[in-house]
T-cell receptor, first 111, second 117 residues
Framework: DAKTTQPPSMDCAEGRAANLPCNHS???????VYWYRQIHSQGPQYIIH???NNETNEMASLIITEDRKSSTLILPHATLRDTAVYYC????????????FGKGTRLHILP | GAVVSQHPSWVICKSGTSVKIECRSL??????MFWYRQFPKQSLMLMAT?????????EQGVEKDKFLINHASLTLSTLTVTSAHPEDSSFYIC?????????????FGSGTRLTVV
């Protein structure tokens, strides 16, 4: 899998949009960008994924640059419950492809 | 949505004993499950890939005789930590993929916190 680079930590005020960046400059054409988050002492939770178009669901939006070398996860109105470690992962959509986690970004939502 | 149940959620055992952790896919079948380990303030580390009806595939550096994996059915994989020692104390997490779930992402269990005393 291609490697990703994320800032180790970020702060965001409650109610504001949280924008989490991820660099994946070595991504190949058929690799997807996935985002997961892990709230303390829980298993990771799937957030969103995309190939090259921007994506939005009930949790977040994913903005992928045109060259696909970076992406941004946007939590539109952050709440205290969004405090977690966010992982950006690049991988193929193969049937049994395993997920390798990087260090992620520890997001602190400030009241 | 897909649910992966992990049991127990926490366990304390004496050094030298063995501990079994179960991972079940509740509403889907999973031919492949994955086992991770996570130490405090660190990321998840993939330990092994559990394959239904065949041997597990272990990541480099993971002792297969110490971490026994059995995937006897399409909905259950077990991880047994044999002859546990304090350094095996960690957060163990399993995951599986439901190909019918929107997103194509993996679903993770809630984790098992193992403490070896």
């Amino acid at each position: 899998d291609a490697k990703t680079t994320q800032p180790p930590s970020m702060d965001c005020a409650e109610g504001r949009a949280a924008n989490l960046p991820c660099n994946h400059s070595t991504i190949s054409g058929n690799e997807y960008v996935y985002w997961y988050r892990q709230i303390h002492s829980q298993g990771p939770q799937y957030i969103i994924h995309g190939l090259k178009n921007n994506e939005t669901n009930e949790m977040a939006s994913l903005i992928i640059t045109e060259d696909r070398k970076s992406s941004t996860l946007i939590l539109p109105h952050a709440t205290l419950r969004d405090t977690a470690v966010y992982y950006c992962i690049v991988r193929l959509m193969n049937r049994d492809d395993k997920i390798i986690f990087g260090k992620g970004t520890r997001l602190h939502i400030l009241p | 949505g897909a649910v992966v149940s992990q049991h127990p959620s926490w366990v304390i055992c004496k050094s030298g004993t063995s501990v079994k952790i179960e991972c079940r896919s509740l509403d889907f079948q999973a031919t492949t499950m994955f086992w991770y380990r996570q130490f405090p303030k660190q990321s998840l580390m993939l330990m092994a890939t559990s394959n239904e009806g065949s041997k597990a595939t272990y990541e480099q550096g993971v002792e297969k005789d110490k971490f026994l994996i059995n995937h006897a059915s399409l909905t259950l994989s077990t991880l047994t930590v044999t002859s546990a020692h304090p350094e095996d104390s960690s957060f163990y997490i399993c995951s599986a993929r439901d190909f019918d779930t929107d997103g194509g992402g993996y679903t993770f269990g809630s984790g098992t916190r193992l403490t070896v005393v």
